[in-house]
T-cell receptor, first 115, second 113 residues
Framework: GQQLNQSPQSMFIQEGEDVSMNCTSS?????WLWYKQEPGEGPVLLIA?????ELTSNGRLTAQFGITRKDSFLNISASIPSDVGIYFC???????????????FGQGTILTVHP | AAGVIQSPRHLIKEKRETATLKCYPI?????VYWYQQGPGQDPQFLIS???????DKGSIPDRFSAQQFSDYHSELNMSSLELGDSALYFC????????????FGQGTRLTVV
């Protein structure tokens, strides 16, 4: 099946710093999503990207859908302690029928923010 | 806003027992997905349902089965539990369509002892 390579695996940063993480795939996805997960909780959707080249912001978060549809990045600006968690990229094939929600996840990026 | 509701939140079972996990999707969402997340792993797709019919199947063991009911809630039935089945099980729901997003529940933590 399709696999997503997410990097970096973990990041340790100081409060106020900017963060960047990315995902690449050998296959094309029609939708890219970025989720944040806290321990013992479900993934929470941060940003959804639907068009190649699309750049979308959500507060301090900015994500882009790569022009080749095989990659995406997520930036977090001016990090704060509550940004701590695991960030997952997920690709959605969505080529038709009812498979829109079937997601393939990256391995996750563990973010630690030091005050 | 209403979210995806999963029950129970925690479940402890012994080996070879059975377990049933329940998922109540967001109102008006007609599609339900089940994912399994092992410790330190990313969520893995198990199975999905649209309008009470199985729509897609991932890496779901034969010991597991699932269904979606007329009120769109779904249940994941797990039999002959093994230690390796210990994981977080997430349900997600979405509306069907090209620009839809899957929203996840808080998960059920299953521990097999």
């Amino acid at each position: 099946g399709q696999q997503l390579n997410q990097s970096p695996q973990s990041m340790f940063i100081q409060e106020g710093e900017d963060v960047s993480m990315n995902c690449t795939s050998s296959s094309i996805f029609n939708t890219w999503l970025w989720y944040k997960q806290e321990p013992g909780e479900g993934p929470v959707l941060l940003i959804a990207l639907y068009k190649a080249g699309e750049l979308t912001s959500n507060g301090r978060l900015t994500a882009q859908f790569g022009i080749t549809r095989k990659d995406s990045f997520l930036n977090i600006s001016a990090s704060i302690p509550s940004d701590v968690g695991i960030y997952f990229c997920a690709g959605q094939e969505g080529t038709g029928g009812t498979s829109y929600g079937k997601l393939t996840f990256g391995q996750g990026t563990i973010l630690t923010v030091h005050p | 806003a209403a979210g995806v509701i999963q029950s129970p939140r925690h479940l402890i079972k012994e080996k070879r027992e059975t377990a049933t996990l329940k998922c109540y999707p967001i109102p008006r969402h007609d599609t339900v997905y089940w994912y399994q997340q092992g410790p330190g792993q990313d969520p893995q797709f198990l199975i999905s349902f649209y309008e009470k019919m199985q729509s897609d199947k991932g890496s779901i063991p034969d010991r597991f089965s699932a269904q979606q009911f007329s009120d769109y809630h779904s249940e994941l039935n797990m039999s002959s539990l093994e230690l390796g089945d210990s994981a977080l099980y997430f349900c997600a729901s979405s509306e069907t369509g090209p620009l839809t997003e899957a929203f996840f529940g808080q998960g059920t933590r299953l521990t097999v002892v």
